[in-house]
């Protein structure tokens, strides 16, 4: 009996081993339950902050911000140009329609200027026709009263009637022949003898004839007044008609360059939106590349992380079935086995952050990449269109410039025209008026002279 004591003691011992050792394992599963009820789970930034990325990762990620940040530099270097370049244009585009409203305004200026011509052609033709009719006047009172002269008899003294000053010429005084005194009474006698009614008929066909000679001289002066008239109107008109002419044609320039330059913009922006399309096209493919590289790799890390977790499951399995002989007098290794599964969880955690991480930088790559190509092609879209328009803007304002000095020229050259004219005109006026000052006293003498004769 005293010996079957000590071999039960040895046999119930182990029993009482597992026993203690789940009892100790669902201590430490309250435990570390109860520890982690009481420590809440930390925030997004110490959990970041606990991850220890390797060199690598650190030496790549240090590259990458370097090389953004030349790029970064570069780019704005290049806006800069960008923004050189579009100030000067702009400069030019303002100058360039400057330049064209002067030209508006010149233009305007030359029409005002060659109406206002127009006007004083005609103000001039008219004083024209009233200088002729008040010379052909003058020349009909001077007649009149030569008639009534002739009729009441000359004086002696000279009678001399001036409408102006007289000319810088000497007057030649003309007075009557006086007859002896016996033919004067021989005249009285007949005129006694006879009565009134000789005299009265040759003063009548005397004064009749001289009338017509004075009407036909005058109709003459009418008939090269009228004529002088209408080739001056004709003149004008034809000089009117040629200016419009000329209007026409540079109206008609404007509205063609003004055309060429529409269509030349529209061609411009054809090309742009087809450009501007076809970028839209490559990045919507590049995009949904990028997407369906991005879900070939979620899908892979999920595969990675699924096989992970099998592992895991066949680890703590493989603990599960570990026999029991190993683990009745390591009393730590339940201990230990819990510090491996939290120091797994752990793990976990880190390798989920760090593909986090890693997700997050991959995505704020891509996205940098796609910006980096999208500005790179908007800088040279930009360029191409800036050059484009720069050479446009340069050879506009050539001819631009070279129109504003034909416009000049032409100006100065109708300007001259027109002052020749005005002064060919004045000239003209004054011959006319010399010629009709030379008719006028020729007419002059010579009526006095038939008037002596006939007494």
């Given at each position: 009996m005293a010996s079957a004591s000590p071999g039960g003691s040895g046999k119930c011992?182990?029993?009482?081993s597992p026993q203690r050792a789940k009892s100790e394992k669902m201590n430490s599963s309250i435990k570390v339950s109860a520890a982690n009820k009481e420590t809440p789970l930390p925030n997004i930034n110490e959990r970041l902050g606990h991850l220890r990325p390797s060199r690598e990762l650190l030496e790549y990620y240090r590259k990458k911000i370097a090389e953004y940040d030349e790029e970064h530099e570069g780019l704005v270097s290049k806006l800069e140009e960008y923004k050189v370049t579009y100030e000067e244009q702009h400069k030019f585009q303002w100058e360039l329609r400057q330049r064209e409203e002067e030209i508006v305004e010149l233009q305007k200026a030359l029409s005002d200027m060659q109406i206002y011509l127009f006007q004083e052609r005609?103000?001039?033709?008219?004083?024209?026709?009233?200088?002729?009719r008040l010379k052909i006047r003058e020349l009909e009172d001077k007649k009149k009263i030569q008639q009534l002269l002739a009729l009441s008899g000359t004086p002696d003294s000279e009678i001399t009637y001036f409408h102006k000053e007289p000319p810088a010429k000497a007057v030649v005084e003309q007075k009557a022949p006086k007859r002896p005194q016996s033919a004067t009474l021989q005249t009285k006698k007949?005129?006694?003898k006879s009565g009134n009614s000789s005299p009265t008929k040759g003063g009548v066909a005397i004064s009749a004839e001289v009338k017509y000679q004075h009407d036909n001289q005058a109709l003459s002066?009418?008939?090269?007044?009228?004529?002088?008239q209408i080739q001056e109107q004709a003149k004008l008109a034809k000089e009117q008609v040629q200016a419009l002419?000329?209007?026409?044609?540079?109206?008609?320039?404007e509205l063609e360059t003004r055309r060429q330059r529409d269509e030349a913009k529209i061609h411009t922006l054809t090309e742009k939106l087809h450009k501007t399309q076809d970028l839209l096209y490559e990045s919507t493919k590049d995009f949904l590349e990028l997407r369906y590289q991005g879900r070939a790799n979620e899908r892979q890390w999920m595969a990675e992380k699924d096989k992970l977790l099998r592992d895991l499951d066949q680890h703590k399995q493989q603990l599960k079935l570990t026999p029991a002989d190993n683990v009745l007098n390591t009393s730590n290794l339940y201990d230990s086995k819990s510090h491996y599964i939290e120091e797994l969880k752990s793990l976990e955690y880190?390798?989920?952050?760090?593909?986090?991480?890693?997700?997050m930088y991959r995505e704020q790559v891509i996205q940098l990449e796609d910006e980096l190509s999208r500005i790179r092609e908007e800088g040279d879209v930009t360029r191409e269109i800036f050059k484009d328009r720069g050479d446009k803007m340069s050879k506009r304002l050539k001819l631009m410039n070279q129109r504003y000095q034909d416009l000049e020229r032409r100006r100065n050259l109708e300007v001259?025209?027109?002052?020749?004219?005005?002064k060919n005109l004045r000239t003209r006026l004054k011959?006319?008026?010399?010629?009709?000052y030379k008719v006028r006293t020729s007419v002059h003498d010579s009526k006095m002279w038939r008037g002596s004769y006939t007494r």
């Amino acid at each position: 009996m005293a010996s079957a004591s000590p071999g039960g003691s040895g046999k119930c011992s182990p029993v009482s081993s597992p026993q203690r050792a789940k009892s100790e394992k669902m201590n430490s599963s309250i435990k570390v339950s109860a520890a982690n009820k009481e420590t809440p789970l930390p925030n997004i930034n110490e959990r970041l902050g606990h991850l220890r990325p390797s060199r690598e990762l650190l030496e790549y990620y240090r590259k990458k911000i370097a090389e953004y940040d030349e790029e970064h530099e570069g780019l704005v270097s290049k806006l800069e140009e960008y923004k050189v370049t579009y100030e000067e244009q702009h400069k030019f585009q303002w100058e360039l329609r400057q330049r064209e409203e002067e030209i508006v305004e010149l233009q305007k200026a030359l029409s005002d200027m060659q109406i206002y011509l127009f006007q004083e052609r005609e103000h001039v033709l008219r004083l024209y026709a009233e200088n002729d009719r008040l010379k052909i006047r003058e020349l009909e009172d001077k007649k009149k009263i030569q008639q009534l002269l002739a009729l009441s008899g000359t004086p002696d003294s000279e009678i001399t009637y001036f409408h102006k000053e007289p000319p810088a010429k000497a007057v030649v005084e003309q007075k009557a022949p006086k007859r002896p005194q016996s033919a004067t009474l021989q005249t009285k006698k007949e005129s006694k003898k006879s009565g009134n009614s000789s005299p009265t008929k040759g003063g009548v066909a005397i004064s009749a004839e001289v009338k017509y000679q004075h009407d036909n001289q005058a109709l003459s002066l009418q008939v090269e007044s009228l004529q002088a008239q209408i080739q001056e109107q004709a003149k004008l008109a034809k000089e009117q008609v040629q200016a419009l002419i000329e209007d026409r044609r540079v109206k008609e320039e404007e509205l063609e360059t003004r055309r060429q330059r529409d269509e030349a913009k529209i061609h411009t922006l054809t090309e742009k939106l087809h450009k501007t399309q076809d970028l839209l096209y490559e990045s919507t493919k590049d995009f949904l590349e990028l997407r369906y590289q991005g879900r070939a790799n979620e899908r892979q890390w999920m595969a990675e992380k699924d096989k992970l977790l099998r592992d895991l499951d066949q680890h703590k399995q493989q603990l599960k079935l570990t026999p029991a002989d190993n683990v009745l007098n390591t009393s730590n290794l339940y201990d230990s086995k819990s510090h491996y599964i939290e120091e797994l969880k752990s793990l976990e955690y880190q390798l989920q952050q760090s593909q986090k991480l890693a997700e997050m930088y991959r995505e704020q790559v891509i996205q940098l990449e796609d910006e980096l190509s999208r500005i790179r092609e908007e800088g040279d879209v930009t360029r191409e269109i800036f050059k484009d328009r720069g050479d446009k803007m340069s050879k506009r304002l050539k001819l631009m410039n070279q129109r504003y000095q034909d416009l000049e020229r032409r100006r100065n050259l109708e300007v001259e025209g027109f002052k020749t004219d005005i002064k060919n005109l004045r000239t003209r006026l004054k011959d006319v008026e010399r010629q009709l000052y030379k008719v006028r006293t020729s007419v002059h003498d010579s009526k006095m002279w038939r008037g002596s004769y006939t007494r």
